[in-house]
């Protein structure tokens, strides 16, 4: 069979990752009868050690991937990018990830970025645009969203008015990363979480791997279809008490009187916490009533993973 061009925007974040890997390894595994697929993986960067650390991971398939330079902000350059995919067999599929303004950083360049890539597939017939936005934190209220919430939203509702001139989307909600927890960044978020949501309030966590295997295993069959991506919905004393059952030590978690001094200080921290809270309010109230649905709809591309069975996993690779 042709080989189908795919490109990737994010492509040496983790959803990016994750998706390449799990698109390579599956048209490998799954034999001549699948089509083979070539990734084009656009950087700012491509001598950056994350580009590095994507070939490094995927070196198996280095005949597979072209890093190609493109700044997002630079509309121009991305359109060459399209029209050398297209020349090149043309465009089977696109996997948009855009990465986080930063909090209290405003979501203009966001939603712009996600526009224009949102154009350019419709202009070139992609077969298969994928997006990757969030779960929402709460009804759809200017006030119950950050500047890049509602960025995701606006890009939503532009992949939907073009998907009624023939683009064929699919957006993915992923959850909450289980990996937010790892290193010191993670200590902060279990200090700031533990002391800053109510105690029934639970969060949608999602293994960035399972990501990639929801994506890569869609192939069309979400077609202008939503999926949210969750392996569970936990309190933090729930995730807590999994990770000291699992991993036998106490979650590493910042002082508290830190994690105080966070909430305090931090509009954004404070910001992050109202998210989950509103995320956790509008499910438990039936704002939304399709959410289950959507996780069901994501179940049958791959196995999600509960924490528990990822803190397993993580485990047995890296004990």
């Given at each position: 069979?042709?080989?189908q061009?795919?490109?990737?925007?994010?492509?040496?974040?983790?959803?990016?990752?994750?998706?390449?890997?799990e698109?390579?390894?599956?048209?490998?595994?799954?034999?001549?009868?699948?089509?083979?697929?070539?990734?084009?993986?656009?950087?700012?960067?491509?001598?950056?050690?994350?580009?590095?650390?994507?070939?490094?991971?995927?070196?198996?398939?280095?005949?597979?991937?072209?890093?190609?330079?493109?700044?997002?902000?630079?509309?121009?350059?991305?359109?060459?990018?399209?029209?050398?995919?297209?020349?090149?067999?043309?465009?089977?599929?696109?996997?948009?990830v855009?990465?986080?303004?930063?909090?209290?950083?405003?979501?203009?360049?966001?939603?712009?970025?996600?526009?224009?890539?949102?154009?350019?597939?419709?202009?070139?017939?992609?077969?298969?645009?994928?997006?990757?936005?969030?779960?929402?934190?709460?009804?759809?209220?200017?006030?119950?969203?950050?500047?890049?919430?509602?960025?995701?939203r606006?890009?939503?509702?532009?992949?939907?008015?073009?998907?009624?001139?023939?683009?064929?989307?699919?957006?993915?909600?992923?959850?909450?990363?289980?990996?937010?927890?790892?290193?010191?960044?993670?200590?902060?978020?279990?200090?700031?979480?533990?002391?800053?949501?109510?105690?029934?309030?639970?969060?949608?966590?999602?293994?960035s791997?399972?990501?990639?295997?929801?994506?890569?295993?869609?192939?069309?069959?979400?077609?202008?279809?939503?999926?949210?991506?969750?392996?569970?919905?936990?309190?933090?004393?729930?995730?807590?008490?999994?990770?000291?059952?699992?991993?036998?030590?106490?979650?590493?978690?910042?002082?508290?009187?830190?994690?105080?001094?966070?909430?305090?200080?931090?509009?954004?921290?404070?910001?992050?916490?109202?998210?989950?809270?509103?995320?956790y309010?509008?499910?438990?109230?039936?704002?939304?009533?399709?959410?289950?649905?959507?996780?069901e709809?994501?179940?049958?591309?791959?196995?999600?993973?509960?924490?528990?069975?990822?803190?397993?996993?993580?485990?047995?690779?890296?004990?």
């Amino acid at each position: 069979m042709p080989t189908q061009n795919i490109i990737v925007t994010g492509a040496t974040g983790r959803q990016g990752r994750a998706f390449i890997h799990e698109l390579l390894s599956s048209s490998t595994a799954n034999g001549s009868d699948d089509p083979e697929y070539h990734v084009w993986a656009v950087t700012r960067n491509p001598t950056s050690p994350a580009t590095s650390s994507l070939l490094q991971a995927e070196q198996s398939h280095a005949q597979d991937i072209t890093v190609i330079q493109g700044d997002l902000n630079n509309a121009a350059r991305i359109k060459e990018i399209f029209n050398q995919v297209s020349a090149e067999g043309g465009i089977f599929g696109a996997f948009i990830v855009l990465a986080y303004p930063g909090l209290g950083n405003k979501g203009d360049e966001e939603e712009r970025q996600g526009k224009m890539l949102v154009d350019l597939a419709l202009e070139f017939s992609v077969d298969a645009l994928v997006y990757s936005s969030t779960i929402p934190p709460g009804r759809d209220l200017d006030d119950a969203y950050d500047a890049s919430h509602r960025a995701k939203r606006e890009i939503e509702l532009y992949c939907k008015e073009l998907g009624e001139r023939g683009l064929n989307w699919t957006i993915i909600r992923p959850g909450f990363f289980m990996e937010n927890f790892d290193g010191f960044m993670g200590s902060l978020a279990v200090g700031v979480l533990s002391q800053g949501l109510r105690k029934e309030t639970d969060i949608a966590l999602v293994a960035s791997e399972d990501i990639g295997k929801v994506t890569a295993g869609n192939h069309g069959r979400f077609t202008r279809k939503i999926l949210s991506i969750t392996g569970g919905c936990l309190t933090m004393t729930e995730i807590e008490a999994a990770y000291k059952d699992v991993m036998g030590k106490q979650m590493p978690s910042v002082p508290s009187i830190l994690a105080w001094l966070v909430l305090k200080l931090s509009a954004g921290a404070r910001n992050v916490v109202k998210e989950i809270e509103r995320n956790y309010s509008v499910r438990a109230s039936g704002g939304y009533p399709t959410f289950e649905e959507e996780v069901e709809a994501a179940k049958t591309l791959c196995e999600l993973q509960s924490f528990r069975t990822w803190l397993l996993n993580r485990k047995e690779h890296h004990p």
